[in-house]
């Protein structure tokens, strides 16, 4: 087990390296619990690999996009002073704002440089320092709390894939519509459809009447 947690295929290339870890550690193969219908019981429950902790998710995320966007900004930033003119105010070399859809949740994470490798970043009322290096292989290497992760990032079509520490997660280009509709019927409640067509009703007599 110890062996495939070091393994580290970056690429387009997919593997179920993370989910066989998390099966050979899963207590019924510990226990030699198994049989011939195990796997299928896991496949069934839609059992999936252990993800990296939401926190290093969110982190990690925040300070790849920011570094990813960082030189971007500066060719900007240095394209208007060459120009002889001030850089509009949305383009700012220190503060950026980075949005992260993971698992179906949407963060908002106002990061700010502080060097050329810290950042603090800051949600809703929680403040965290940090600090990046970028490896020669590509990765960054984060130090976050005294503790240090390693992550690699891949781009795909569903979005970024993020592996941190050997784990993996995926910083989804938007939100699937099937989460944001279960979403909306748990805390909305159900449209029906007669109601939306007599609103509908209701606005073409009003556009009736004003013509």
Request: aromatic fraction near 6%; include cysteine.
């Amino acid at each position: 087990v110890l062996g495939l947690k070091e393994i580290q295929i970056r690429g387009e290339i997919r593997t179920n390296v993370d989910y066989t870890v998390d099966l050979l550690n899963a207590a019924e193969y510990r226990e030699n619990k198994i049989h011939t219908g195990w796997l299928d019981s896991r496949i069934a429950m839609r059992v999936r690999a252990e993800r990296p902790p939401w926190y290093l998710s969110v982190v990690g995320g925040a300070l790849y996009e920011a570094s990813s966007r960082s030189s971007s900004v500066v060719t900007d930033y240095v394209g208007y002073l060459s120009k002889g003119q001030i850089p509009p105010k949305h383009i700012s070399l220190v503060n950026l704002t980075v949005t992260l859809n993971i698992d179906g949740s949407k963060y908002t994470i106002e990061t700010v440089r502080g060097g050329p490798r810290s950042y603090k970043l800051r949600i809703n009322e929680s403040e965290v320092e940090a600090e990046i290096h970028s490896l020669r292989d590509g990765g960054l290497l984060m130090q976050l709390d005294g503790n240090s992760h390693v992550i690699y990032a891949e781009t795909e079509a569903a979005g970024t894939r993020l592996l941190i520490n050997g784990r993996t997660c995926l910083l989804q280009v938007k939100i699937a519509r099937s989460v944001f509709s279960s979403w909306f019927l748990r805390n909305i409640g159900v449209v029906s459809v007669v109601t939306v067509a007599a609103n509908c009703m209701e606005i073409h007599k009003l556009i009736m009447s004003s013509e």
